[in-house]
């Protein structure tokens, strides 16, 4: 299985930036869908966005479009989720999450499209 481990969490301001890191050991990350979901205390865990296995498509939720952007470097086996423009709406542990495809246009936006997930990172936003 393909082993995932999230990084760059931490504690910022409202309007800081961080970049979280997603590297994937075990096999190849070349063929492998990813996204980034979130949970925030009492909430239930929410889409944030995805990348297809060829990199080219992309697909955000409402709450982030603009703000965030997901990237990968499969030379790197790593994916990316810039967040800008961070809101105390946005404190939650994050969570990187793949699934293996042969289709390189494949994305995925349900949680139940991927077969594995990182330990989560914590993310918290306040003043």
């Known amino acids: 299985q393909v082993q995932l481990v999230e990084s760059g969490g931490g504690l910022v301001q409202p309007g800081d930036s961080l970049r979280l890191s997603c590297v994937a050991s075990?096999?190849?990350?070349?063929?492998?869908?990813m996204g980034w979901f979130r949970q925030a205390p009492g909430k239930e865990r929410e889409f944030v966005a995805a990348i297809s296995v060829s990199g080219a498509r992309t697909h955000y939720a409402d709450s982030v479009k603009g703000r965030f952007t997901i990237s990968r470097d499969n030379a790197k086996n790593t994916g990316y989720l810039q967040m800008n423009s961070l809101s105390p709406e946005d404190t939650a542990v994050y969570y990187c999450a793949a699934v293996y495809s042969i289709n390189r246009g494949f994305s995925a936006v349900r949680s139940g499209e991927y077969d594995y997930w990182g330990q989560g990172t914590q993310v918290t936003v306040s003043s």
């Open positions: 075990g096999r190849t990350f070349n063929w492998y869908a």
